[in-house]
């Protein structure tokens, strides 16, 4: 069982810091880089919560696909990227357009 608070949730916390707190007291040239300090925090507690199943997915799916099956590598690899965008940008991975 691991401890409280998880790692996710120390970044979490680390980002609601940058954006919530230092970003208003920060002049505006030093005010991007604490949003993207966050940005980053999050995308590593999503990475930290998600990356492990989804690399085992990958797997799972890559090794079930047929050799020559063109249909099948593009479904598999359609949710390869879903699974890392789910983590990189969030909304992005339920695109279902052209």
């Known amino acids: 069982m691991q401890n409280r608070p998880t790692a996710a949730e120390l970044l979490e916390s680390l980002a609601e810091l940058l954006e919530g707190t230092l970003l208003p007291a920060l002049p505006p040239d030093l005010q991007h880089r604490a949003r993207v300090g966050a940005?980053?925090?999050?995308?590593?507690?999503?990475?930290?919560?998600?990356?492990?199943?989804?690399?085992?997915?990958?797997?799972?799916?890559?090794?079930?696909?047929?050799?020559?099956?063109?249909?099948a590598l593009w479904q598999a690899?359609?949710?390869?990227?879903?699974?890392?965008?789910?983590?990189?940008?969030?909304?992005?991975?339920?695109?279902?357009?052209?």
């Open 39 to 71: 940005n980053l925090a999050r995308i590593l507690g999503r990475e930290v919560e998600l990356g492990p199943a989804a690399a085992v997915r990958e797997r799972e799916l890559l090794a079930a696909i047929p050799v020559g099956d063109d249909e």
């Open 77 to 98: 690899l359609a949710e390869v990227v879903r699974a890392d965008l789910a983590i990189a940008k969030p909304g992005y991975d339920s695109w279902e357009g052209e």
